[in-house]
T-cell receptor, first 112, second 114 residues
Framework: QKEVEQDPGPLSVPEGAIVSLNCTYS??????FMWYRQYSRKGPELLMY????GNKEDGRFTAQVDKSSKYISLFIRDSQPSDSATYLC????????????FGSGTQLTVLP | DAGVIQSPRHEVTEMGQEVTLRCKPI?????LFWYRQTMMRGLELLIY????????DSGMPEDRFSAKMPNASFSTLKIQPSEPRDSAVYFC????????????FGSGTQLSVL
């Protein structure tokens, strides 16, 4: 079993829809949780990060962590075609990047 | 800043040939990472340098893989000899600390070994 599991999709939604992307993790000691966005033929870029449980909001994006169920979510409000990308969740024991465990990514397409 | 710069963007080679991938990290970042991304295995950490010193190479799949960082602005990942199963996208990333360590990835090298 992978430490971080993610539904690969693909997921297609109409422009303006609310998107929910989800991951589960198995290591209850994970404390840091991140979402990366990867456009086609580009490297991943950090989108959101949270420490421990709770919500974090940044514009149209909300990251949510539920440590009791080991569930990580990313919500995108008012989705735009420019949000079309692969979204990778990642978790770590500490803030050190070398400990990051990545999910396999969910491919999202927002249709105009 | 131009970000993390990788070259070449694409590499097509024949089995048995030597392949060298190059990376220039963001100036001022003192850690550098090499990752490999495939559909089957996702993003895997191969090796990690801190202040030009290899710290953890436990992700390097075989002795055919080697990495160097001769100075703070340059790193290479070499595969010799290459095999078809090495075909993947190889990413270099550099990082800085801001409460936690933030990674900045290059655009990757798409490697195809025929």
């Amino acid at each position: 079993q992978k430490e971080v599991e993610q539904d690969p999709g693909p997921l297609s939604v109409p422009e303006g829809a609310i998107v929910s992307l989800n991951c589960t993790y198995s290591n209850s000691a994970f404390q840091y949780f991140m979402w990366y966005r990867q456009y086609s033929r580009k490297g991943p870029e950090l989108l959101m990060y949270t420490y421990s449980s709770g919500n974090k909001e940044d514009g149209r994006f909300t990251a949510q962590v539920d440590k009791s169920s080991k569930y990580i979510s990313l919500f995108i409000r008012d989705s735009q075609p420019s949000d079309s990308a692969t979204y990778l969740c990642a978790s770590a024991l500490s803030g050190s990047a070398r400990q990051l465990t990545f999910g396999s990514g969910t491919q999202l397409t927002v249709l105009p | 800043d131009a970000g993390v710069i990788q070259s070449p963007r694409h590499e097509v080679t024949e089995m048995g040939q030597e392949v060298t991938l190059r990376c220039k990290p963001i100036s001022g970042h003192n850690s550098l990472f090499w990752y490999r991304q495939t559909m089957m295995r996702g993003l895997e950490l191969l090796i990690y340098f801190n202040n030009n010193v290899p710290i953890d190479d436990s992700g390097m799949p075989e002795d055919r893989f080697s990495a160097k960082m001769p100075n703070a602005s340059f790193s290479t990942l070499k595969i010799q000899p290459s095999e078809p199963r090495d075909s993947a996208v190889y990413f270099c990333a550099s990082s800085y600390w801001d409460g936690n360590e933030k990674l900045f990835f290059g655009s990757g090298t798409q490697l195809s070994v025929l």
